[in-house]
């Protein structure tokens, strides 16, 4: 299947002031005990899968006609797995039109918000393709590289063969949105 969009298997920023802006910010954050830590850890479960950009088979494929498309696995993925990163365009947030664009993931540093948002609405990778669920199967977290931060998807338990990958996308999402249907 070719993609109707333009793959983008790492972040990009907006700026180059965005980044000078974000490599501060994670410089900072890391000199905090608990949020290093917290970084120690997730760099030793997931930062070789991150750089090798290994992680399991998967597919894009319509998941249901008001839903759209969805991510599903092409083996069987173990709990705890590498899924992938959320990439796009690391951008400044606009609060009123990024209510209507569904490929918007705020962007955090550490255990902080930011002004920014990863948009993937024109160019991502296959976890964009990744649906709401209340009983998902996928966890995020970030892990900071290089003092940049990464959010990272993993399985939360054994996802089979065939299923769709999920993530629950949490209340802020739906705030301005009609409630999702469960999958």
Known sequence: MENAWPVLDELEFATPKILRWVNRKCEKRLKNENTSAQNDWMRSLYEENFRKKERPKLFVKEAGRLIGKGLFAGEDIAELTFIGEYTGVVRRRRRWSDRLNNYIFGYVIGTKDTPYVIDAKEKGNLTRFINHSNTPNCTTRW??????????????????????????????????RMHPLEL
């Open 143 to 176: 892990m900071i590289l290089e003092n940049v931060c990464h959010v990272i998807f993993f399985a939360n338990r054994l996802i089979k063969e065939g299923e769709q990958l999920t993530y629950n996308y949490g209340p802020h999402f739906w705030k301005n």
